[in-house]
């Protein structure tokens, strides 16, 4: 059985930083591409930051990028995402996801694969 357990998240203040991580079990996540979303109560999900499966190639939404870092770690089958200089806008459900494939895509319909969340909140 496939599943995507995040952690990490928490109560941070503005300017802070904090890294969430993404465990993910039942296969082997070396070939998939492994993403984070966020998700405001009220409002769509919305993507944050995509790492490739091969060649580590990575893309961010334009709101984060600069702040935020995507990396797989060494095993393989863990995701980070490093936020710094957190904003109280960065305020939202987190969510991990993954999908067979090579590219980095931030198109929430083509993960196959999604976690529970974990909920980030920035305090001004």
């Known amino acids: 059985q496939v599943q995507l357990t995040e952690s990490g998240g928490g109560l941070i203040q503005a300017g802070g930083s904090r890294r969430l991580s993404c465990a993910a079990s039942?296969?082997?996540?070396?070939?998939?591409?492994m993403a984070w979303f966020r998700q405001v109560p009220g409002k769509e999900r919305e993507f944050v930051a995509a790492?490739?499966?091969?060649?580590?190639?990575?893309d961010y939404a334009d709101s984060v990028k600069g702040r935020f870092t995507i990396s797989r770690g060494v095993a393989l089958n863990t995701v980070y995402l490093q936020m710094n200089y957190l904003r109280p806008e960065d305020t939202a459900v987190y969510y991990c996801?993954?999908?067979?494939?090579?590219?980095?895509?931030?198109?929430?319909?083509?993960?196959?694969?999604w976690g529970q969340g974990t909920q980030v909140t920035v305090s001004s």
């Open positions: 996801a993954a999908t067979a494939g090579v590219g980095t895509y931030s198109t929430g319909s083509l993960y196959n694969y």
């Open positions: 039942g296969r082997t996540f070396s070939t998939y591409t």
């Open positions: 790492l490739s499966s091969r060649g580590g190639r990575t």
